[in-house]
């Protein structure tokens, strides 16, 4: 058996920790939906048989009806293909979701918070999901008695640690003895084991840096091939660039006194990001002063602003 696991999509996420620029979070927006189609192109050119998707597929507070009607096309493209999703926290099963008001293509399985088991003839594909914003019970317990015989495989979204987010023991995981692990809610690709967190589909902001994709595998007599995809072709990276903090001495910068400071300069696909520039008042030996700002990378000089330090001049900027 082939198949696709991918989590953590957070469609129509507003994407506030990127930028306040607008413009950047549309963008964004439109970059996690062509991600999306990737995936299903993806599906079809390699005639996959299976798609797994392990929760927060999108944000139920900001999710959007044509957001959604999008989706659902992409599904009724891959007819053949076997769609599992269990709900996570973002976007958990609740009675006016879209998971229950939605009309989804024929081939599109959504869990519940109880453990479900589907047998196909090659498989049998357990999973379950969040029905509420948290979820604290065990539910590997209902689970037992696997078919050796066939490819069992465990989808559903939740933390290896001990969380209000379907906490579940990597002990007991490996007790169950699946074949694979379709696991959601951790950002951060972790596959070195058939327990698999294929971390979000793109990043969703500078704390999620590197590459984002999907998890390719297949499963033949047993033993289990895997590979990470690209999916994501933003490139969002981190420089700690120098900030000079220039003294004004009779509305003249002196540039003899300055002070020089690091801060996270946020860059999408070469273009720079810099949220915002942060420095309260500046107090020397009690006395507010002026200053500037000058990013050394753009080697211009930032607009003057007031600023408070004390009387040895530390302060911090934050982006």
């Known amino acids: 058996m082939k198949f696709v696991h991918i989590a953590d999509v957070h469609l129509d996420i507003p994407f506030k920790t990127i930028s306040d620029r607008a413009d ?119 689970i037992e008695n696997l078919d050796k015989n066939k490819i069992n495989i465990l989808i559903t979204h939740g933390d290896l640690s001990e969380s209000i987010y379907n906490p579940v023991k990597k002990a007991d995981l490996i007790e169950k003895d699946f074949d694979y692990i379709a696991l959601g809610h951790i950002h951060k690709r972790d596959d070195k084991t058939n327990i698999v967190y294929p971390g979000s589909l793109i990043s969703l902001g500078f704390d999620e840096l590197g590459e984002h994709g999907m998890i390719v595998g297949e499963i033949i007599n047993k033993e289990l091939n895997k590979k990470f995809i690209k999916a994501d072709n933003a490139k969002l990276i981190v420089i700690q660039s120098p900030i000079f903090l220039f003294f004004m001495v009779n509305n003249k910068i002196n540039f003899k006194s300055h002070k020089i400071f690091y801060v996270p300069y946020k860059v999408i696909n070469n273009e720079a990001i810099l949220k915002c520039v942060k420095v309260d008042k500046v107090y020397i030996n009690s006395k507010e002063v002026n200053v500037l700002l000058g990013l050394i990378d753009e080697s211009v000089l930032k607009n003057s602003i007031d600023i408070i330090l004390n009387e040895n001049i530390r302060g911090e900027i934050t982006c």
Do not use: C
Not at 58 to 76: G, P, T
């Open 24 to 142: 950047l979070g549309t963008k964004r927006r439109l970059e996690q939906r062509q991600a999306l189609k990737d995936v299903i192109q993806f599906i079809k050119e390699n005639n996959i048989e299976y798609l797994f998707i392990s929760g927060d597929l999108y944000e139920n507070e900001y999710i959007r009806e044509s957001s959604i009607e999008y989706l659902n096309n992409l599904f009724k493209e891959i007819p053949n293909t076997k769609i599992y999703i269990a709900p996570g926290n973002h976007d958990p099963n609740i009675k006016n979701s879209y998971y229950n008001t939605f009309s989804w293509a024929s081939n599109v399985k959504i869990f519940t918070n109880r453990v479900e088991k589907v047998e196909n003839s090659d498989a049998n594909i357990y999973g379950y999901g969040f029905n509420d914003f948290e979820m604290l019970e065990n539910k590997l317990e209902e």
